[in-house]
């Protein structure tokens, strides 16, 4: 009783202290993303009608972001077992007051763990995520959407932007955080710490350039899409690619796609716009907790091998076939609108097998900001 009246004082003296300081942040966002904003030099959003750009919206990235997790979580993705109230309850009371959760966590391990990048052992790596998905791949996102935005003719786009990365992040958090109840430690770094640094980071010009033009650096999500029965997200996930040229020509790029795995590979151009890539690398498995240290939990991956193959045009993602050892997808074909005709109604099409015998497949089109899936196990 002692303890739980001690934590609620503490969360009291430091929720006020952290809100201010998120308060002084978003207006300070605001500043400098009005001005940036005020430029209509495009780094990351292309206008195109075919591939992975062709269904890249403030939806999909919401969903995709939000559900990524499910990819390697041991339970359903529909809508009655998502967490809404614990999760959000949980992640909510974890970064309105964090110093709490940390300090019981253990500030070394909270810094060596989350923050430096001071060890490659997969129990005490989570800093490899945070600056890969959270800083590079969340950022250029947060970029591209207000690309997207004000593409559109929406006011504030770069706030909406913000808003719109940062409100998927939430979801994906408390997607991730499950049913536990206070405290959630492994969002604390994520939402307020590197989600918010990406931001920051991608509103220079500067750095949206080289990652542009330099790196190649670009979405390839997955085709997210709904079943009605039973109403679940379906084949959500938030991937990233990169290719730096190997030749004056460009025709050869070293490859590097990264989501909740990391493929490395070659890309070759075929001509000036189409390209083929290959790789192989590790993809994540599962979700593996650490000991919890004061009451306060912890997690890492377990990962397995993963192997593709992708054909792009201009970048965008058209088809990528995979096959990994998660249980979650042994096997994905998509194919993004314009493969099979080029007109604006064009459609493509997805498919999944997992396990234990389950077939996914859906339909996306570029005038519906979801796709309709279908989910069918087999036994």
């Known amino acids: 009783m002692t303890d739980t ?3 609620r004082k503490n969360y009291r003296q430091t929720s006020f202290i952290t809100e201010t300081c998120f308060i002084i942040f978003s207006c300070c966002l605001f500043s400098s993303s009005k001005l940036s904003g005020q430029e209509k030099n495009y780094y990351f959003f292309r206008p195109y009608d075919y591939g992975s ?30 967490p809404w109230k614990n999760g959000a309850t949980s992640v909510w009371r974890s970064i309105t007051s964090p110093l709490p959760v940390i300090s019981d966590f253990g500030w070394n ?4 763990q989350e923050i430096f990048p001071t060890s490659l052992d997969v ?24 690309e997207w935005y004000d593409s559109n003719g929406y006011p504030l786009p770069y706030v909406l932007g913000a808003i719109t990365v940062m409100a998927s992040e939430f979801f994906n958090e408390m997607v991730e955080n499950g049913n536990n109840i206070y405290p959630n430690e492994d969002c604390i770094p994520d939402f307020l710490i590197f989600h918010p640094l990406g931001i920051l ?34 084949n959500a996930g938030q991937n990233f690619v990169m290719k ?31 390209a ?11 979700v593996k907790s650490l000991p919890v240290q004061n009451g306060v939990p912890s997690n890492t991956i ?66 519906l900001p979801l796709g309709v899936s279908t989910y069918v196990p087999v036994k």
């Open 201 to 234: 980071l991608f509103s220079s010009d500067k750095v949206s350039e080289f990652f542009s033009s330099e790196l190649n650096l670009n979405d390839w999500s997955q085709p997210v899409a709904i079943s009605f029965a039973p109403l679940a997200f379906r």
């Open 123 to 146: 129990n005490r790596s989570q800093w490899v995520p945070n600056y890969m998905l959270h800083v590079i791949g969340g950022g250029m996102v947060s970029r591209k959407i207000d």
């Open 109 to 112: 391990r909270f810094l060596s």
């Open 5 to 7: 009246k001690n934590q």
């Open 302 to 367: 377990e990962s397995g091998p993963m192997a593709g193959i992708y054909y792009d045009r201009n970048n965008s993602l058209l088809v990528s076939m995979v096959y990994s050892a998660s249980r979650n997808c042994r096997f994905r074909l998509n194919v993004y609108p314009g493969v099979i005709s080029s007109s604006y109604f064009s459609p493509g099409f997805f498919l999944t097998v997992a396990d234990p015998e389950i077939f996914i497949a859906g339909i996306t089109m570029k005038i």
């Open 53 to 82: 750009d062709a269904l890249f919206n403030p939806i999909s990235v919401f969903v995709n972001g939000g559900c990524d997790t499910y990819q390697q979580l041991d339970r359903p993705s529909t809508f009655d077992a998502i």
């Open 276 to 286: 083929i890539s290959i790789g192989a690398g590790l993809a994540s498995t599962g």
């Open 244 to 274: 730096y040229a190997l030749t004056k020509s460009k025709s050869t790029s070293v490859f590097f796609h990264f989501g909740n795995f990391a493929i490395f590979g070659l890309s070759f151009k075929r001509n000036t716009e189409d």
